[in-house]
């Protein structure tokens, strides 16, 4: 077991463009978590899931920001049509559920919308 | 809702040094609290956490200790390294259907000199 890991560890893209991310949590972990970081601040909660359902979406998530756990396993994040404001690092997490409360992040992904 | 304020950094001390970290919160019902060190180049690590008021959590020779009273969880280490060096982040995750979703503070980056 290596981790939650995530994919790409770097993203550039042109404002305007669509991205997509990709979290595999550690595989005993039914709940998977969002969060989007900028420089000199915590993380913020954007999502997150038990199994494939995801059960709660922060204000933060606007409409163009979209989240999947189709299998209950991997995650994707997705944000279309990229604004400067988006650039940060989008971190995933994992735990086992309800009950455990020790979160395991990823190395998150850092987005630059030029 | 819930926040979690930090106190400001960065904190730059000599190696042997006390160190403590200032953290309160605000939040409904009984949290869980959490200090998370993220070091250079690598993913948020959970360094320790308390669950129930008086409880102390500790790890690595850091602790820190829930004040209800108080609301706070300060973070001490009694003689610090120069691998110490880092940013560490207090959080607190509620019960309820939103058991393990996290609510971070800002941040205090560590350094610590030779």
Redesign the interface.
Known sequence: DTGVSQNPRHKITKRGQNVTFRCDPISEHNRLYWYRQTLGQGPEFLTYFQNEAQLEKSRLLSDRFSAERPKGSFSTLEIQRTEQGDSAMYLCASSRGQGDTEAFFGQGTRLTVV | GNS?TQMEGPVTLSEEAFLTINCTYTATGYP?L?W?VQYPG?????LL?A?KADDKGSNKGFEATYRKETTSFHLEKGSVQVSDSAVY?C?L?SGG???????????TILTVHP
């Open positions: 979690v869980s959490f998370y690598e993913g948020l690590q959970l956490k669950t982040f959080a995750s259907t939103s058991y393990g979703k996290l609510t971070f503070g800002q941040g």
